[in-house]
């Protein structure tokens, strides 16, 4: 029989990945859950909109049925109220995690979502045990680079080649009486590998829902993408998130996909304050500020505790004090990225100010490249600034 050795392109129709209705379902809810901030029953209630609409579902898997397929799998569980009953709607305006009651996620879901962030981003990244950031400068370290050296007072004993060593001791000293020195010892090199210590900064201020646009949705992705970024492959570097309004506090990572927006303005100092001292508490040398925002700083807290607050411009007193922290910064050779997801020329004005400042970077984008240039800086960040 003849074989055809013609070697070329064939193309066919394309076919669905073959899910089963849980996984295609699945998918959905995972994007919806995320636009509303780990409410549950309101991803719920959009899932069965979708449905209607596009016929998600049918007689033989239902949406009832995926629901019993979220609990039986550990994705979603029922909350109960002191009183033993299922709770309701009454949780309090501004709670990070809406649900006092009914259905919610479970730490599970919550891992998922970051990982989901995580490939959505930057793409498939496999996991690697001990960080992965090469600096290009040999040293202590636990990446061997294949080379060798003399040994020098204070090198590691696990880094010495035993046989690099026994085969100088032999060229050096003859067979017959085998002896050994301090001369005689090679050392196998190592590539150095920095530590990194960021702290990312999310504008929750009212803006980032306004103009029939969602700015909130894309900046917590890329915070839950970078979390589970650095925690699984620069598990040695450390990650703190804080969140600004009116005022600035940070958040845990598992709390991530519950964020929401407030009634609030742009306190851009009290996010930079709080930024700051939790650098200063860090031991790495390499330290860094990620800031995501859309708007300009309109809001400082006096000394009274009471809040000075123009949306007008750029308020002087306002925007002087953010140039002050962003010095201050400087001096601590703390850089700060700005993240800018809004056209407002007031904005921008501000920002490049403010870099100029601190001599940091500043990515005028929009909300489409918000991940993947997070990710370039910080990689980039972190080799450029290495000392040795």
């Known amino acids: 029989m003849a074989m055809n050795t013609r070697k070329g392109f064939r193309f ?18 995972q994007e919806l859950i995320t636009h509303t901030s780990g409410d549950v029953e309101e991803a719920l209630d959009w899932l069965r909109e979708l449905d209607k609409e596009y016929e998600l579902t049918d007689d033989d898997y239902t949406i009832d049925d995926f629901i019993e397929d979220l609990k039986a799998k550990g994705y979603i569980r029922e909350e109960f109220d002191m009183d033993g009953e299922k709770g309701g709607d009454d949780g309090e305006e501004g709670d990070e995690n809406p649900a006092d009651g009914g259905l919610s996620m479970t730490a599970k879901l919550e891992r998922m979502l970051r990982q989901r962030a995580l490939d959505q981003i ?28 003399e040994y020098r007072f204070g090198d590691s004993l696990e880094h010495i080649s035993m046989t690099e060593s026994l085969k100088n001791a032999q ?23 920095a530590q990194m210590s960021t702290v990312l900064m999310i504008d ?71 930024a700051m001292d939790i650098l200063r508490r860090k031991r790495n040398t390499n330290k860094q500020i990620f800031m995501i925002t859309d708007g300009k700083p309109s809001c400082i807290r006096l000394p009274d505790g009471s809040y000075y607050k123009n949306s007008v411009g750029l308020d002087d007193y306002i925007v002087e004090k953010c140039y002050t922290m962003a010095q201050q910064a400087r001096k601590l050779h703390i850089p700060i990225t700005t993240f800018m997801i809004a056209e407002d020329p007031f904005l921008m004005q501000f920002v490049r100010e403010f870099t100029k400042a601190n001599k940091g970077k500043a990515f005028y984008t929009g909300l489409k490249g918000l991940g993947e240039m997070i990710f370039e800086d910080y990689e980039q960040n972190r080799k450029r600034r290495i000392k040795g």
């Open 12 to 29: 066919t129709t394309y076919e669905a990945p073959d899910q089963t209705p849980f996984e295609k379902l699945f998918e959905i809810f």
């Open 122 to 149: 930057f793409g498939k990244i496999k996991r690697s045990g001990s960080g992965n950031h090469r600096t290009g400068k040999s040293g202590r370290g636990d990446e061997h680079t294949g080379e060798f050296r």
């Open 171 to 193: 060229v050096n000293h003859g067979l017959d009486t085998f002896s050994m020195s301090e001369e005689d010892l090679v050392v196998e090199d190592t590539q150095y590998k």
């Open 204 to 274: 929750i201020s009212h803006s980032m829902i306004l103009y029939g646009e969602d700015r909130i949705t894309p900046a917590k992705k890329v915070a839950m993408a970078l979390a589970e970024l650095i925690t699984t492959r620069y598990p040695k570097d450390t990650l703190d998130i804080l969140v600004f309004g009116n005022d600035a506090w940070p958040i845990p990572i598992k709390d991530l996909p519950y964020l929401r927006v407030g009634p609030y303005h742009t306190n851009t100092v009290a996010g930079l304050q709080l």
